[in-house]
């Protein structure tokens, strides 16, 4: 289920100074988006008219609510009257607004729904991150035994598959991912998903960090596609071993960059399996 992270910052915001039903608006329209992929430039549209505006969305990654405008009114429980102010005013320019990306916009209307313009911004904020792995590794290191026992190939594919670390490289630019690498962890994802089957998959943080993990490493995307083809050309890891276990998850693949080279390999020497 998709979410999305609020900070104080809203606070101080103009979409808060404004009125109750501005912030009410724009935040329902936020927990109704799903992370979209734009491929390519869409003009804005008039939320009443639907007549096209001169300001056009650029590509890249946004929040959309698949719902027209009266759905998101009815949603934040507001009236229709002025609710959909509120969407024309989410979609106008703000000279008043701390970001200056997309002229202050927040929520346009588009062909199909709205988009939450800064919506992948709000979810990367993290700001607790460093303290939650801090105690999680404190708790790890006073609950250690030393355990010395063989294990079959499925019992490690196994461990590694309910592996949650999340100490990954930092991230850049103060935590921001950017826009390449956001587009190509989406795009493996969606890869990942055709390729084995998991067309209900959810686009988790867990994820996404893996793979962004990897990126940052230096990991192209085509190389991410050769280690999900090499993963997948695996009789092994598709079932055919003593428990019948499937392991193609992402959290293996792109565990790390030594696995990502091991699947790599497996494709040139394995023919893949055909989508």
Known sequence: MPFIKLDQGVLSSTLWDDSAELAKVFLTACLMAEP??????QQQLDVRTMSPLRWSVPPGLYGFVRAAGVGIVNAAHV?????????IKLGTPDSG???????????VRINGGFLVLNYFRYRQYDFGAA???KALRASRSANVT??????????????AEAETSTDYPPTPQGGVVSEKHAAAALALFEYWTAKTGHQKAKFTPERRRKIL??????MTEEEGRQAIDGCWSSEFHRGANETGTVYDSINLIFRSREKVDEFIARSRNVRPVPL
């Open 97 to 107: 607004s701390k970001s200056s990306e997309f002229g202050g916009r927040r929520l």
């Open 79 to 87: 009236s229709r009257p002025v609710g959909l102010r509120c969407l």
């Open 36 to 41: 979209f992929k734009l491929e390519r430039e």
């Open 213 to 218: 993990a990897r990126l940052r490493e230096g």
């Open 146 to 159: 030393d355990v010395r026992r063989t294990v079959t190939e499925a019992e490690a594919e196994a461990e």
């Open 131 to 133: 303290d939650r792995m």
